[in-house]
């Protein structure tokens, strides 16, 4: 947990211990914003933590491909925000952190110690008669109803980023997508992706930049800038206008998948589209894969960047010609010239035409030793779109600390023309050499020509199929060959090897036929805000201007609402608690929250994070039962 929300502990301890100032409106708000926003800071800190001490290295942050929180979150502050708030959740957030499974492990791990360490800090807050014994039995019983917290996918919309989770022990595996901030220590890399598998950062940033003098130029056009990172550069790297977030309008999570979708224009403005769907497909509890579809409209120039680790790249099925000098940037371009907004710093560059579908594969090396499985990760990318300029290239992290490479290698696939549409449909897949669940891709025949829809039938080595479509939205009806339809956003079958179905994810979708399976639903939800609560409620509620109803067999346990439009800070996607078979309502809560953004510049009153006649989408998934 950094410094900075950490110093707002004495702030909200202080205000508490004030009973004349929270006898009035303003400071009673001013301590359960603090109260909340603590909590909910260090339930994040938590679920930000992906595998093996990865965390999202976006921005300045730490040396290359490094585990920047070895050891987690602080259980010394776990323990203090437990005592402080009583939120059973950390406590089992705490159990997770520490090891502890059952009295015995609580009571070896849970040393006295550790209250008596932190107990001065939180004295104003505890009873007199309060004691270790008295926590120990708190936390006991908290232990025997629910256990340790089980770690899952997360959404992270105030902060803009999401994680997909999933797999077990050292097959663990974490895919995340930045969509926050893209100004001050953050980079120009709105909608870049990441994945940490194998006890690798398979998809690594560039690190901590260098602040020596003489490479102000590489930090502001490579390291910082949209062309070192896994996300689209646009109009031969053009800077993205700065942004606090984008908007999330998908977030759906199963054991078959996670997958999200997010539309980050507002960073790009001058195009029609710029939006990213992803997903992470587990094949098993130790084999995955992740499918992209990236969509751009406009400009003249679209750039999709793949990049990997330290590792050998090999091209599988396009002819490259080795560039005799220059950089990426031209062949009379030398390396570090002034004015090619990064392109010119890719060097040792080769070139191919393709169509259709360009292979890559990176041999990776065991870099720092994290890897239990040494030098056995492979990461392919098979990329699908039309014809296209595939470019490779050596790029250079960071000099500033020993453990940074030398150097790593990008693939870089552009597609360029007048007003052009671009969609990159890629399947990226990471496995153990010889272990590569995928045995084959085909991109299906689009029957209507749809720009930005796709169908995918991926054969997996043990003889399944899946039959992936992402089309542009929830009314979009996309027809492929062998009688394979979407009328819907997104959908995956998943068939056996006598092609009965086995498994489905489908989102935001009113009908799919795909070979002998076929489906009906409810793509969404729609009403408005009638009204919300203000200040800062332990649940806030918003009461709709319809009362509605959830149809049969959608999946209960992920429902999301989004609101649009939303304040420029806010994206207008959250998490709904409902209780149990609602039936008809139109009410739903959002928990312990507040949708205060921030004080109005008269202090009047409150910026909020939507209005009072936004409107409310909620997005319908099914699950096989």
Excluded at 163 to 169: A, D, H, N, R, V
Excluded at 229 to 252: K, L, R
Aim: with cysteine; charged share 20%.
């Amino acid at each position: 947990m950094s410094a900075l929300p950490m110093s707002l502990f004495p702030v909200y301890q202080s205000l508490a211990a004030n009973h004349s100032l929270l006898k009035t409106e303003k400071y009673q708000i001013l301590s359960e914003l603090l109260r909340q926003r603590l909590t909910a800071y260090c339930k994040n800190s938590f679920h930000f933590l992906c595998i093996d001490g990865f965390i999202p290295d976006t921005g300045d942050s730490g040396s290359f491909a490094l585990r920047n929180n070895l050891n987690g979150v602080n259980p010394d502050n776990l323990l203090k925000f437990y005592i402080l708030f009583k939120d059973e959740s950390i406590a089992q957030m705490l159990f997770t952190t520490i090891g502890a499974t059952d009295e015995q492990s609580l009571k070896i791990k849970l040393f006295q110690s550790n209250f008596i360490s932190v107990r001065s800090d939180i004295e104003p807050f505890l009873d007199k008669n309060f004691n270790f014994d008295i926590l120990f039995k708190q936390l006991l019983e908290i232990m025997k109803n629910k256990g340790p917290y089980q770690e899952h996918s997360h959404t992270f919309p105030g902060r803009g980023y999401t994680i997909g989770k999933s797999g077990i022990e050292e097959y663990r595996r974490a895919l995340w997508m930045h969509y926050g901030d893209n100004t001050g220590h953050n980079h120009r890399d709105t909608l870049t992706i990441g994945l940490f598998a194998f006890g690798l950062n398979i998809i690594p940033n560039t690190g901590y930049p260098s602040m020596a003098e003489n490479d102000r130029q590489i930090r502001a056009d490579f390291w910082d800038n949209t062309i070192s990172h896994a996300t689209v550069t646009v109009n031969g790297g053009e800077e993205p206008s700065p942004i606090h977030i984008a908007q999330q309008s998908m977030f759906s999570d199963s054991p078959l998948l996670t997958v999200y979708k997010v539309d980050g224009c507002a960073a790009y403005p001058q195009l029609r589209k710029y939006e990213r769907t992803t997903a992470m497909v587990s094949v098993n509890k130790k084999q995955f894969y992740v499918i992209d579809f990236f969509s751009v409209s406009g400009g003249n120039e679209h750039v999709y960047n793949a990049h990997a680790g330290v590792g050998d790249l090999t091209i599988e099925n396009v002819v490259m010609k080795k560039q005799e000098k220059g950089t990426y940037a031209g062949e009379d371009v030398p390396y570090g010239a002034l004015g090619y907004r990064g392109y010119q710093y890719l060097y040792d560059t080769s070139r191919g035409k393709g169509n259709d579908e360009a292979r890559m594969v990176w041999k990776l090396s065991n870099w720092n030793s994290y890897s239990k499985f040494g030098d056995k990760v492979r990461l392919r990318y098979r990329i699908f779109s039309p014809s296209f300029e595939l470019a490779t290239g050596k790029g250079k992290p960071p000099q500033n600390r020993k453990e940074n490479p030398e150097f790593t290698e990008y693939a870089l696939i552009k597609n360029t023309g007048k007003n052009i549409d671009s969609h990159f449909v890629s399947v990226i897949e990471c496995y153990l050499e010889g272990e590569n669940p995928v045995l084959s891709v085909k991109k299906m025949k689009n029957l209507n020509d749809g720009k930005f829809n796709a169908a995918l039938e991926i054969t997996l080595a043990d003889g399944r199929q899946d039959i992936i479509i992402c089309q542009e939205n929830e009314t979009t009806s996309g027809e492929y060959e062998n009688g394979i339809s979407l009328t819907g956003q997104f959908a995956l079958m998943r068939f056996d090897k006598t092609g009965k179905i086995q498994d489905y994810h489908i989102s935001r979708s009113k009908s799919v036929k795909a070979k002998s399976f076929s489906f009906n639903g409810i793509p969404s939800i729609s009403s408005g805000v009638k009204k919300f609560d203000s200040g800062a409620p332990t649940n806030l509620t918003i009461t709709l201007a319809d009362y509605i109803s959830l149809p049969d067999g959608h999946d209960s346990n992920n429902l999301i609402v989004v609101f649009s439009p939303t304040h420029k800070m806010i994206c207008g996607l959250y998490k709904i608690q409902l209780p149990a078979n609602p039936g008809k309502f139109n009410n739903i809560s959002l928990g312990d929250m507040s949708f205060i953004v921030d004080v109005k510049g008269d202090e009047s009153g409150y910026n909020y994070a939507i209005n009072q006649d936004a409107k409310v989408t909620i997005p319908i998934t099914y699950l096989k039962k």
